[in-house]
């Protein structure tokens, strides 16, 4: 328990000039991403029927994050090298083609399932960088005081983006045709692209004076290995990424195959799971960095757990489950990214981001893959079930380990 908490203004970051260039476009890009992402597996769920939709969206969600568990201890040197600022313009880059490509695919009909495939991996590789390049970025760009509140600002956004993303892509879809949502989405990559140009890295990253790829690669990896907190956060991540991410991965199967409803009802599902995620963003946000670092991670994946079992219990509960969901998400991530971030020096921070993207970028596309296929086997409302008892499983796990290492303590101090 955190004795009490100093709250402070949750805008506060945004005072930092460099950061409030990058947050603006930011959030307009994610915005675009969500619609992106909406259409896509709504693509995907109307590809196949509806016994091989999950599985086809698991593969997908496989592919995306296949290029991360391979690529991600590498993108952390190369970023340490050259600097998450440039590694970041390059991926923007390469994701506006993409998404005008599959805008070019889509207004000539001729979009199929291998074709999306092969943009997923495309994608897969540029995410493979982005996301550590994203994260070691605004922590080059923010004094240490204000890294908790950035984090969680961006946290924000992107729940934003979840909640109006899919929104606008339901309308987008009824009025508009698919087509048009992703120009949409190629056209808000412009503004940050644009943005980065401008913006000054306040903390460069400490080049080598020789460039030993190998050498600093294994580096990163033994200064992992050597902190038993990061080792604990790192774990609590791959449960949540393995178990808790299908949870939104998957929702278009579940919406249409257990909730029984269509485009609109998911939409109105992930704007619940965004808003929630707003509120929890909200909330970090306002508290010191010192403070958010205390946490412990696994209540929140045991919130998450109890939200996934009580959406198997009653599939409609999902509307407002998502809510706590999303919330949970929030404050969990907040608390790992910021206490690895913290735990990390500048000139290693690209190399423990990336291990950090490796584990929620490869773990949950593996999750969703695997459990993807599960539930063609069971159905995916039984698959959330599965889903639901192995968080509440860890999260009783933790505890008992915590409980017997607090007896131990206590036997040494009475010898």
Request: overall charge positive.
């Amino acid at each position: 328990m955190v004795r009490m908490a100093k709250y402070s203004n949750p805008f506060r970051a945004l005072k930092n000039r460099d950061y409030f260039l990058f947050w603006l476009p930011q959030s307009i890009s994610l915005i675009g991403t969500w619609i992106d992402t909406t259409l896509r597996g709504w693509v995907a769920v109307n590809l196949f029927e509806e016994n091989k939709a999950a599985g086809f969206i698991g593969l997908i969600a496989l592919l995306k994050g296949l290029p991360t568990v391979i690529l991600s201890p590498a993108c952390g040197v190369i970023i340490d090298w050259f600097g998450p600022k440039n590694v970041l313009l390059l991926t923007q880059i390469v994701d506006a083609l993409n998404a005008t490509l599959m805008a070019y695919l889509v207004y000539r009909n001729i979009l199929n399932a291998v074709q999306l495939l092969v943009l997923s991996v495309v994608m897969g590789i540029s995410q493979a960088f982005y996301l550590p390049s994203r994260n070691s970025f605004v922590g080059s760009i923010v004094p240490r005081n204000l890294l908790s509140n950035a984090l969680a600002l961006h946290a924000m956004i992107f729940n934003l983006a979840r909640m109006i993303g899919p929104s606008i892509a339901g309308f987008v879809v009824e009025y508009k045709g698919l087509e048009f949502g992703f120009v949409v989405n190629a056209l808000t990559f412009l503004p940050l692209i644009v943005s980065l140009m401008f913006i000054r890295v306040q903390k460069p990253v400490q080049q080598h004076v020789r460039r030993d790829f190998f050498a600093d690669l294994k580096a990163g990896i033994r200064y992992v290995a050597s902190s038993r907190v990061l080792l604990i956060t790192f774990l609590s991540s791959t449960i949540y990424a393995v178990f808790g991410m299908p949870y939104s991965m998957l929702m278009q199967a579940f919406a249409k195959g257990a909730v029984r409803t269509g485009l609109t009802g998911y939409g109105l599902i992930m704007g619940s799971m965004g808003l929630g995620a707003l509120v929890g963003a909200m909330l970090a946000g306002s508290l010191e960095a010192d403070t958010v670092v205390k946490f412990k991670e696994e209540h929140f994946i045991l919130w998450i757990g109890l939200s996934t079992l009580v959406s198997f219990l009653y599939p409609p509960a999902a509307y407002v489950m998502s809510f706590v969901n999303g919330a949970a998400q929030t404050i969990f991530f907040n608390t790992a990214n910021t206490r690895t971030q913290y735990l990390s020096p500048s000139h290693m921070r690209g190399r423990t981001m990336s291990i950090y993207a490796l584990i929620n970028t490869g773990g949950s596309p593996v999750g969703t893959f695997l459990f993807g296929l599960l539930a063609n086997a069971i159905g995916i409302r039984n698959t959330y079930g599965v889903l639901a008892f192995a968080m509440i499983a860890y999260f009783l796990t933790r505890k008992t380990v915590k409980s017997l290492q607090l007896d131990l303590e206590s036997l040494s101090h009475v010898r």
